[in-house]
């Protein structure tokens, strides 16, 4: 355990980035829930990075846009093909979804057989790098972010089932590279639970991710353990003590 860990040069950039990708992170997971498709972001996001890696593994430079590009096509194929699956099948939605996001995860696996780095490769895209965050990296991302809030806020009401997955799959593609699916995830899903028997939900929410992103990264710092894991947890309780304050148990409208 030490303390030498907490530079702001480090945690900064991290702290901020996750804010970040809260700000789009929390409504549209709230959205997700409310429209009981749970594991949509684990499927895009888990498809983003199937994309990453195929680029990467063909020769492609880690942060370069071919990348980019390549994680970005992927998860806007993958909206389109969810949004089919909405539309024809929408009894078997939540199967086919878990199936896709196997298939996606394996796919990744095997593409990865061949290299010796697979391994650490495979664990930096599900638990993520968000310790690595540098502030030059954070423009790019604040953009995306500003992006999609102006087009949830303004246009919402607007947004047909495609429009919906399309915006969803932007928001991924910018935040699974900096840190990672699980954390894409916990970001998603576990704010929009802790905020449930909230009068205000998104603010909750809101406050929920910020205090697991804080909590998170100063307690692994601290304690020299994963920051992306350790944040999940962070999120998670904090969501679980709101959970508790509440005290209400009322349906998600």
Known sequence: MSVEGLELSILGPAFIAGLLI??????????VLKRGIIFIDLAIAQIAGLGVIAAYRFGGDIHGREVQLAALGSALIAAVALN?????????QEALIGAIFVLAATA??????????????????LVGQI????????????????????????????????????????????????????????????????SVGSKNRLLTAYLIGAAGYGLGLISSSILDLPSGAVIVWCIAIVALL???ATGSKRPIA
């Open 84 to 92: 089919t699956l909405e539309k024809h099948y929408q009894a078997y």
């Open 242 to 244: 709101s959970t508790i």
């Open 131 to 194: 310790l690595w965050i540098t502030w030059e990296q954070l423009l790019p991302t604040a953009l995306v972010t500003g992006f999609i809030l102006l087009v949830w806020f303004s246009f919402r009401q607007r947004l047909k089932h495609l429009g919906f997955y399309l915006l969803f799959a932007l928001a991924i593609t910018s935040s699974v590279q900096l840190i990672g699916v699980y954390l894409v995830f916990a970001s998603l899903i576990i704010p929009a639970l802790g």
């Open 22 to 31: 809260l700000a789009t992170h929390v409504p549209l997971g709230q959205e």
């Open 108 to 125: 990744s696996i095997l593409i990865l057989s061949d290299n010796p780095h697979g391994g650490e490769s495979l664990k930096d895209l």
